[in-house]
Every structure is written in structure tokens, then in C-alpha cells.
């Protein structure tokens, strides 16, 4: 059974940081695509970011480039998203999801990743 647990989220003041993680269990967690996406309220689920197997290739949402950055360490079935200059626009359930083993590199449609966690709150506060 494949399970995502993220955690990390938490409130935060704006121009604040958080580093959120996800601990993926039931899987060769380095054979697959990971991604975050995040889910405001009464929005739409939307890329953050991704991330290929070996961590070698990164996108991201324009929301998130130069302020975000997404790792991940296949040692210890973990993904990372390093969150910096948060603002109100950032407050929203943060979930990792992973894609399908053929795919190698990261989408940005939540439609094209398999399983998915519980999600974490973040609130940043202004």
C-alpha cells in the first residue's frame, strides 16, 4: 500500500520560511516522479513544483521560482519543499503526489500524478 505522509506546515509570518516534507512508504520511492501542489480555498489544486527521480531536474510554478526549492533525499524516502518570503498568496494545503513509474520527468497537471497525501495547512499570516 502506497502512503504519503507530509508534514511541516504550520502559521508563519509573512517574509517567514517552512521546509515541508513527505515521507513516502510502499514504493521504490527513487524510481518515481515526485511533485507539490498546493489547494487554496474555493481554488483550484495547483503545481508548486517537481522534481525528477535522481534530482536531477526541477520545475516550478512561476509563483515559486526563486522563493521555493524542491529536494529530496531517495535514502530516506523523503521530498523536501523549502518554502522562503512567504506571503498571504502561499497560505493553502500543501500536498506531495507521486507520478507514475514510466514518467521521468515532473507535470504540472495534478491529473497526471497517481497517489497523493494527506496534505499540510500552511497560513501565513500578513
Known amino acids: 500500500q502506497v502512503q504519503l505522509v507530509e508534514s511541516g506546515g504550520g502559521l508563519v509570518q509573512a517574509g517567514g520560511s517552512l521546509r515541508l516534507s513527505c515521507v513516502v512508504s510502499g514504493l521504490t520511492f527513487g524510481a518515481y516522479v515526485m511533485g507539490w501542489f498546493r489547494q487554496a480555498p474555493e481554488k483550484e489544486r495547483e503545481f508548486v513544483a517537481g522534481i525528477s527521480r535522481n534530482g536531477g531536474t526541477t520545475s516550478y510554478a512561476d509563483s515559486a521560482k526563486g522563493r521555493f526549492t524542491i529536494s529530496r533525499d531517495n535514502a530516506r524516502n523523503t521530498v523536501y519543499l523549502r518554502m522562503n518570503s512567504l506571503n498571504a498568496e502561499d497560505t493553502a494545503v500543501y500536498y506531495c503526489?507521486?507520478?507514475?513509474?514510466?514518467?521521468?520527468?515532473?507535470?504540472?497537471?495534478?491529473?497526471?500524478?497517481?497517489?497523493w497525501g494527506q496534505g499540510t495547512r500552511v497560513t501565513v499570516a500578513s
Open positions: 503526489a507521486v507520478r507514475p513509474r514510466w514518467y521521468t520527468e515532473p507535470s504540472t497537471y495534478h491529473q497526471d500524478y497517481d497517489y
